[in-house]
Nanobody, 124 residues
């Protein structure tokens, strides 16, 4: 059974930083994509960032490029999302996801396993 557990969400002021973690178990942590998505109530889940676990190539949504960094520690089966220069519009529930070979598209349908989410709130 694949399990993804997110942590690190918090309430911060605009301009602050947070680092989210996703610990994976029951999953082959190689040659696949791990991604971060976010959801605001009433809106569709939005792809934020993805990383190819077999090589470390990364992909980002335009809205977070230059501010967020996705990284991995394969020895610990953990993926991170470093979020800097946070803006109020970054406020959302953030989800970790495990996907297949097309995960770089940052599309929800390419991901089959999801964590429970961790809340990020950014105040102006």
């Amino acid at each position: 059974q694949v399990q993804l557990v997110e942590s690190g969400g918090d309430s911060v002021q605009a301009g602050g930083s947070l680092r989210l973690s996703c610990a994976a178990s029951g999953y082959t942590y190689s040659s696949n994509y791990m991604g971060w998505f976010r959801r605001v109530p009433g809106k569709e889940r939005e792809g934020v960032a993805a990383i190819y676990t077999g090589g470390g190539v990364t992909y980002y949504a335009a809205s977070v490029k230059g501010r967020f960094t996705i990284s991995q520690d394969n020895a610990k089966n953990t993926v991170y999302l470093q979020m800097n220069s946070l803006k109020p519009e970054d406020t959302a529930m953030y989800y970790c996801a495990a996907g297949g070979p097309m995960g770089w598209r940052l599309r929800e349908r390419e991901y089959g396993h999801w964590g429970q989410g961790t809340q990020v709130t950014v105040s102006s």
